[in-house]
């Protein structure tokens, strides 16, 4: 008899919907990404229903800046996602509380000590999104005129990666004494100093905060290029991918497995989760009719912008019925520009179609 296999469900929650339609969708709610008692609503639903984590993705600029497509957008405001999974934490008892954090626009102290703090409110269901940034709006936001290559951001991570977790090693299992009578809180020898030093980043440590209640929160990674998948298979717990085919599905899980044994790992430690995107309708033709109803409210200014990010190419001059142009390689995420050309390849799309396609 087969062993029985457990399904890990996760819900992907920033924004609310990933279709940039759905607040219009009559009966939805225009702001529900920036709505706390409506998200407080999803998360006891989705905790109801024995989901294991809830995900909040992030980004540290404005999307689709250009105003044609910005006055369209509903993610021009979103809570931090620290701030709100720790209050959210106060709402549930059971579901994992997943939050990204840039390793490119940021500290590993203060993402460390972020984390730490996430894990012991909500009683060690903390869970690290290891991303990078590509987008040049959010460079400018931190005093940099553009963002770094790719690979080098990937480097970069791999040791902020190194350091965060040894901020988390600060402090052995045992160091609290707390001796009342000897007035004694904590034995100095099990306190670990880091005093990290590499080509990128510097950090003496040790935290000022406990060790979080897991060890360490749960380390999810979503990089599809070959450096992405070489982060995961040397940090990560979890994996979320978006391949386009079952059989591209089925490479990139054979792939990451073989990695993450080259890496001296176990494969079984690793999840990999494939998005997928849900319409629920009585019946195959009303969940049809409701997508179409979804991609029908997706205005080609919003669409056209969220291709442009995805790209990190300006298509809005370009005939939007005719074939997708030569796209030079950008530094935006090499996997996600993949995927969307092998798409317009695959399927024979116009600028248009594709539009509608990435913005739905």
């Known amino acids: 008899m087969a062993t029985p296999k457990q399904l890990k469900l ?187 030093k590499g080509k990128y980043l510097r950090a003496r440590g040790p935290l000022n905060i406990a060790r979080p209640v897991q060890g360490w929160p749960v380390i999810v990674q979503a990089g599809a290029s070959d450096a992405g998948r070489r982060l995961a298979a040397e940090t990560a717990e979890a994996v979320f991918a978006a391949p386009g085919s079952l059989e591209a599905g089925k490479a990139f899980y054979a792939d990451l497995k073989r990695r993450v044994r080259a890496a001296g790992r176990d494969p079984d430690t690793l999840k990999i989760l494939p998005g997928a995107f849900i319409v629920v309708g009585e019946s195959v033709e009303a969940a049809r009719a409701k997508i179409a109803r979804l991609d029908s409210l997706v205005h080609y200014d919003s669409s056209i912008g969220s291709l442009n990010a995805m790209l990190d190419f300006n298509l809005s001059g370009f005939d939007p019925d005719g074939p997708l142009p030569e796209i030079p390689q950008g530094n935006s995420s090499h996997s996600a520009r993949q995927r969307v050309l092998s798409m317009a390849e695959r399927e024979h799309l116009t600028i248009r179609q594709l539009a509608q396609r990435v913005g739905g």
């Not at 951001?153 to 000897?182: H, I, P, Q």
Request: charged share 25%; proline share 5%; net charge negative.
């Open 10 to 196: 996760g819900a992907f929650m920033r924004p609310v919907s990933l279709h940039t339609g759905a607040w219009r969708y009559p009966g939805a709610v225009p702001d529900a990404n920036f709505n706390f008692p409506l998200l407080k609503r999803a998360i006891r639903k989705l905790e109801e229903g024995k989901f294991d984590a809830f995900f909040m993705a992030d980004h540290l600029a404005l999307l689709n800046m250009p105003p044609a497509a910005l006055k369209r957008s509903h993610t021009v405001t979103s809570f931090e996602p620290l701030t709100l999974l720790s209050a959210l934490s106060q709402a549930t008892e059971h579901i994992g509380l997943i939050a990204t954090a840039s390793t490119t626009y940021d500290l590993p102290y203060h993402v460390a000590r972020r984390f730490a703090s996430l894990d012991h409110i909500s009683g060690g269901r903390a869970g690290w999104n290891v991303v990078t940034t590509s987008n040049p709006d959010a460079a400018q936001n931190f005093g940099l005129e553009e963002d770094m290559e790719h690979d080098e951001r990937y480097a970069r991570a791999r040791e902020f990666f190194d350091v965060v977790t040894g901020l988390w090693d600060s402090f052995a299992d045992d160091a609290f004494v707390r001796d009342v009578e000897e007035g004694i809180y904590v034995d100095p020898e099990r306190i670990h100093v880091l005093a990290h």
